[in-house]
């Protein structure tokens, strides 16, 4: 069955700080992982997207994932975060082409001046 | 662009009300899904359909059901609402079921009192 993991429910960090949430995924067959942003009281919306091909795949708002078959993760960084980054982040796999997605628990990121 | 519309954006409900969350896209995505939220569990998936007039269980099914009639409206009724419903609702479309972006509505706050 797949599942996945957010190591961390909540990741306090400093204005103009790197940042990495940590996403662990299980699978027995080919995956295709997802990172999404919410914003207060806002839905949800693509970051990035790993599909195939080069594993360090490039998102919005300068974000990007590493995909890493070998110890199943595909962890989020940021090298400079904004205020305006303060969000829950998701991880999610889909499953089967049916269009479902399984999200890990979520990561809170909070951005503080 | 209206992309995914969810209606309403709140309610309030006894115990033992029924009612229909509304949702509709206008990008002709063959698949959608329901999701409900829940603090420190991510998002868990309720209904899902592949296309018009096919749909099937997620996760969470039980108290909710789901029918899709056109490739636009995907309703997410529930039956007899309980205290433990009390979440936030998402829907959600794709162009395709596995490896594509999924679009989510701006979602549902439900009390149920």
């Known amino acids: 069955a797949q599942s996945v993991t957010q190591l961390d429910s909540q990741v306090p960090v400093f204005e103009e700080a790197p940042v990495e949430l940590r996403c662990n995924y299980s699978?027995?067959?080919?995956?295709?992982l997802f990172w999404y942003v919410q914003y207060p009281n806002q839905g949800l919306q693509l970051l990035l997207k790993y599909l195939s091909g080069s594993t360090l795949v490039k998102g919005i708002n300068g974000f990007e994932a590493e995909f890493n078959k070998s110890q199943t993760s595909f962890h989020l960084r940021k090298p400079s975060v904004h205020i305006s980054d303060t969000a829950e982040y998701f991880c999610?796999?889909?499953?089967?082409?049916?269009?479902?997605?399984?999200f890990g628990q979520g990561t809170t990121l909070q951005v503080k001046p | 662009n209206a992309g995914v519309t969810q209606t309403p954006k709140f309610q309030v409900l006894k115990t033992g009300q029924s009612m229909t969350l509304q949702c509709a896209q206008d990008?002709?995505?063959?698949?959608m899904s329901w999701y409900r939220q829940d603090p420190g569990m991510g998002l868990r998936l309720i209904h899902y359909?592949?296309?018009?007039?096919?749909?099937d269980q997620g996760e969470v099914p039980n108290g909710y059901n789901v029918s899709r009639s056109t490739t636009e409206d995907f309703p997410l009724r529930l039956l007899s609402a309980a205290p433990s419903q009390t979440s936030v609702y998402f829907c959600a479309s794709s162009w395709t079921g596995e490896n594509t972006e999924a679009f989510f509505g701006q979602g549902t706050r439900l009390t149920v009192v």
């Open positions: 359909s592949v296309g018009a007039g096919i749909t």
């Open positions: 999610a796999v889909s499953k089967g082409n049916t269009g479902k997605l399984i």
């Open positions: 699978s027995s067959v080919s995956v295709y």
């Open positions: 990008m002709n995505h063959e698949y």
